[in-house]
């Protein structure tokens, strides 16, 4: 029997390969004592949830393929204590994220959905007069994680001649602006981007104190991950007007968005969209068919990670 788990809905080119090699999909929901002996690759993605309890009743699993980079949903000490490989798709994903962080930055400053809605509501028509944004140009931008993507977030606010400070233990970058800690950057930042890796240990940094640090002049930016922010002081701090708005493509509980960040003008909200064109989905799903083709093929397998 060969089955695979999914714990996830399945990319189209990724279903179609894995059902070339023979292979039964299944879900958690049709998960047996039956089937789970037989189980040995589960697909993922960064929103899946692989839990120590989970694994616990797949006894001969041996890998993770991850359709993404981020995997905070993996128990990832029950992976390096069972030895289960933990495959990612590194790389092919930073531009486009950068390009969103760039147009939910532009868009929250220039009003691009509320000028939208003023057009189709008709009150351009009816002769009023949509009120003015804010110029992006110049102003200075606050990196929290100077890894791939934020650097590559760097390199396009560059562009628009933005000073850019930034906030990494680890990384260094001389072209920019390093300070000590995350609520001295957002002191420093007409703009804050959220590009850090999440990790437990990173869970609600963007708390109340950095907003408050952010200021009513500074704008929060999100294309990490939502578990970075604390959502419900994130929810004040619109509401209060502690800060001047927030853009944001991932949240803490997804598919659900805070009733507080939807309908205002100072908010944008996407679907958790950073990587979704049709040119990097194709990438990711090259990189996932090659690591199961690996695995199959008892090869080393491109992008496994080091646990």
Same mark, same amino acid.
């Given at each position: 029997?060969?089955?695979?788990?999914?714990?996830?809905?399945?990319?189209? +080119? @990724?279903?179609?390969?894995? *059902?070339?090699?023979?292979?039964?999909?299944? !879900?958690?929901?049709? $998960? /047996?004592?039956?089937? #789970?002996?037989?189980?040995?690759?589960?697909?993922?993605?960064?929103?899946?949830?692989?839990?120590?309890?989970?694994?616990?009743?797949?006894?001969?699993?041996?890998?993770?393929?991850?359709?993404?980079?981020?995997?905070?949903?993996? +128990? @990832?000490?029950?992976?390096? *204590?069972?030895?289960?490989?933990?495959?990612? !798709?590194?790389?092919? $994903? /930073?531009?486009?994220? #950068?390009?969103?962080?760039?147009?939910?930055?532009?868009?929250?400053?220039?009003?691009?959905?509320?000028?939208?809605?003023?057009?189709?509501?008709?009150?351009?028509?009816?002769?009023?007069?949509?009120?003015?944004?804010?110029?992006?140009?110049?102003?200075?931008?606050?990196?929290?994680?100077?890894?791939?993507?934020?650097?590559?977030?760097?390199?396009?606010?560059?562009?628009?001649?933005?000073?850019?400070?930034?906030?990494?233990?680890?990384?260094?970058?001389?072209?920019?602006?390093?300070?000590?800690?995350?609520?001295?950057?957002?002191?420093?930042?007409?703009?804050?981007?959220?590009?850090?890796?999440?990790?437990?240990?990173?869970?609600?940094?963007?708390?109340?104190?950095?907003?408050?640090?952010?200021?009513?002049?500074?704008?929060?930016?999100?294309?990490?991950?939502?578990?970075?922010?604390?959502?419900?002081?994130?929810?004040?701090?619109?509401?209060?007007?502690?800060?001047?708005?927030?853009?944001?493509?991932?949240?803490?509980?997804?598919?659900?968005?805070?009733?507080?960040?939807?309908?205002?003008?100072?908010?944008?909200?996407?679907?958790?969209?950073?990587?979704?064109?049709?040119?990097?989905?194709?990438?990711?799903?090259?990189?996932?068919?090659?690591?199961?083709?690996?695995?199959?093929?008892?090869?080393?397998?491109?992008?496994?990670?080091?646990?």
């Amino acid at each position: 029997m060969k089955v695979l788990l999914t714990v996830v809905a399945l990319n189209a +080119d @990724v279903a179609q390969f894995i *059902k070339d090699q023979g292979y039964e999909v299944i !879900t958690q929901d049709e $998960l /047996t004592s039956e089937n #789970a002996p037989y189980i040995e690759v589960i697909m993922s993605n960064g929103t899946g949830k692989i839990s120590k309890e989970l694994l616990d009743k797949l006894p001969n699993v041996k890998m993770i393929d991850n359709f993404g980079v981020g995997y905070d949903g993996v +128990d @990832v000490k029950e992976c390096a *204590k069972r030895n289960i490989a933990l495959c990612t !798709t590194p790389g092919v $994903l /930073t531009e486009d994220v #950068a390009d969103l962080a760039m147009a939910l930055l532009l868009g929250l400053s220039r009003q691009v959905t509320m000028a939208h809605n003023f057009i189709h509501e008709g009150k351009w028509a009816h002769g009023l007069k949509f009120p003015l944004g804010s110029k992006v140009s110049g102003k200075k931008l606050g990196i929290l994680g100077l890894g791939r993507i934020g650097k590559a977030v760097a390199a396009r606010a560059s562009g628009f001649d933005m000073p850019i400070y930034y906030y990494d233990r680890f990384s260094q970058d001389e072209r920019y602006t390093k300070v000590d800690s995350l609520l001295d950057l957002a002191k420093a930042v007409d703009y804050l981007v959220v590009c850090a890796a999440a990790t437990e240990e990173n869970r609600n940094m963007v708390n109340a104190q950095v907003l408050e640090a952010l200021g009513s002049k500074g704008c929060l930016i999100n294309i990490a991950r939502g578990s970075l922010v604390d959502e419900e002081a994130l929810c004040q701090a619109i509401e209060k007007g502690v800060i001047k708005g927030a853009a944001l493509d991932v949240f803490a509980s997804e598919p659900h968005v805070p009733e507080a960040l939807l309908n205002r003008n100072n908010v944008i909200v996407t679907a958790h969209i950073a990587s979704g064109t049709v040119e990097t989905r194709k990438q990711m799903a090259d990189i996932v068919n090659a690591n199961f083709k690996a695995f199959l093929e008892g090869t080393p397998m491109p992008t496994k990670l080091k646990l």
